[in-house]
């Protein structure tokens, strides 16, 4: 019987463009702000009511009489449509925090329900996620509840408009004019924006409160993409110094390091001059408040260090997002990356250390990743990160050191260490022992067994690795090394 081919298929290249609004009147910009606080209110409301637990799975076309079950438009002198566009975005945002959930609770539910064995009671357990049922199972139900995080807003800058809520005229190369519903029916307001393309879609008028200006975003179709029926498999390294390092032995977004260290290095320079000038303002309040005031006025102001840290984190981004360019260069991959969305913990280092990661932006990292597989047709699966930058990729053991940007083999040979830890991620992405959700100490016993079974070849035990200086010793202190090391049952298997 032969084998049935995969199917291959198109996706869609979608991308968020924002475009500055150049033009408006007075009066226009009046009744913006006005629409813009009136549904301030039905997007805090719309939270409060379809954020709780009740409102799990509710289709976001039918949330509108939800909420007008309480809140007419006529109560806040809004238009019917403005406000249901509104809730349906609301709706939409608690479906996507709901899903986000579900995807968390995934190692709670490995945990509770291990191995392939109970795969089934797994899937079970996902589908009553999916719709409000599991609320009858009291399991689900208390991890739910312990996890997810009912949703509240206070957002006051936002409009949204369907296609049929405002027209798109273009006046010349660069600018168009909008054309969007107001509070009086058959009265437009007139807007001007500076863009290269006619807007078209969902739109979104927001008052950036940084910048203080009105931008418009919306929804960029590019076109599409072939999906193959097969992907060229491939594992990446998420670094410091270089933003990614492939299993093929590349290095994408050289730089990264360096422009992420020079924006900490100045803001904390910045941030302790600062603080003296701060101790002197407060030190002449009462001495001198003419002088207070100035130093208040004209050196502790935030308008010219928020515009630098804007361009450091534009910079920061632009190198992120020609790394993930590069990574995929128009290819359809299959990629296999850490899952780095967890803190880590228990690690004490400097502060200067800590710093620097939390400029790291591990967030803008993951985005850009998925951004360009969903462009090149690309998939993006996330694996247990533990202990791939110190596993040996020759031999799927932990017998060697890292230091820096190498890693030593025990037999001496000295490898990549991002290298090294890409390969060990491409091998992870296949590996059926070590899933997504399987714990640190299990991951940690799992590669302790294979370094046994590596060792018994030599004749050789994990005690003489350790004496050697292959293993590092901190492997000795688990209880998966002393059950191998006493030669209990079962432990090699």
């Not at 803190?343 to 939390?358: D, Y």
């Not at 200086?469 to 030669?487: C, I, P, V, Y």
Request: charged share 25%.
């Amino acid at each position: 019987m032969s084998k049935r081919k995969k199917k291959s298929g198109t996706t869609k290249k979608l991308s968020t463009q924002v475009v500055p609004v150049i033009g408006m009147s007075m009066a226009v910009e009046t009744e913006l702000f006005a629409i813009m606080q009136r549904l301030g209110i039905v997007r805090s409301e719309s939270y409060n009511k379809l954020g709780s637990v009740s409102h799990w799975g509710l289709d976001w076309r039918k949330a509108y009489p939800e909420i007008r079950a309480f809140r007419t438009p006529e109560s806040l002198e809004l238009p019917s449509k403005l406000m249901e566009w509104t809730v349906s975005d609301v709706a939409k945002a608690i479906t996507a925090q709901q899903a986000a959930c579900i995807e968390a609770l995934g190692k709670i539910l490995h945990k509770r329900f291990p191995g392939q064995e109970n795969k089934k009671r797994r899937n079970e357990c996902y589908k009553q996620l999916s719709s409000p049922s599991f609320l009858d199972n009291p399991f689900l139900h208390r991890i739910v509840r312990k996890q997810f995080q009912r949703g509240h807003s206070s957002t006051r800058n936002q409009i949204i408009y369907q296609q049929g809520g405002y027209s798109c005229k273009r006046i010349s190369r660069h600018t168009y004019q909008l054309e969007l519903a107001g509070l009086r029916r058959g009265k437009r307001n007139r807007i001007l924006v500076r863009s290269n393309r006619k807007l078209t879609g969902q739109i979104r008028l927001i008052y950036n409160l940084q910048l203080q200006r009105f931008e418009v975003h919306f929804i960029v179709d590019y076109g599409t993409v072939n999906l193959p029926a097969e992907h060229r498999s491939i594992g990446v390294d998420k670094g410091y110094t270089e933003a990614f390092y492939d299993s093929d032995g590349r290095a994408h977004g050289l730089g990264l390091g360096q422009l992420a260290t020079a924006k900490s290095n100045r803001i904390t320079l910045k941030n302790r001059n600062r603080g003296k000038l701060w101790a002197l303002h407060r030190k002449l309040e009462k001495i001198d408040p003419v002088k207070s005031a100035r130093i208040l006025e004209n050196n502790l102001s935030r308008k010219t260090e928020n515009r630098r840290y804007r361009k450091d984190q534009a910079g920061i981004i632009a190198i992120i997002g020609a790394a993930s360019r590069s990574l995929f260069n128009g290819e359809s991959l299959k990629v296999f990356a850490e899952d780095l969305t967890e803190p880590i913990k228990g690690k004490r280092q400097s502060l200067a250390m800590s710093r620097k990661l939390n400029s790291w932006m591990k967030g803008a990292i993951r985005d850009s990743l998925q951004k360009w597989a969903n462009w090149t047709g690309s998939v993006v699966l996330e694996i247990q990160p533990s202990y791939t930058s110190q596993v040996d990729s020759v031999t799927g053991t932990l017998l060697g050191v890292r230091k820096g940007d190498t890693f030593t083999r025990f037999n001496g040979v000295v490898l990549q260490a991002d290298h090294n830890a890409a390969r060990n991620i491409l091998g992870r992405g296949t590996d059926h022992e070590i899933s997504r959700y399987t714990k640190r100490e299990e991951v940690q016993a799992v590669l302790l067994r294979r370094t046994a079974r590596f060792l018994e070849g030599m004749d050789l035990s994990l005690a003489d690795a350790v004496k050697l200086g292959w293993l590092d010793s901190k492997h000795s202190r688990t209880q998966a090394f002393r059950d191998l090391l006493a030669g209990m049952p079962g432990t090699l298997r």
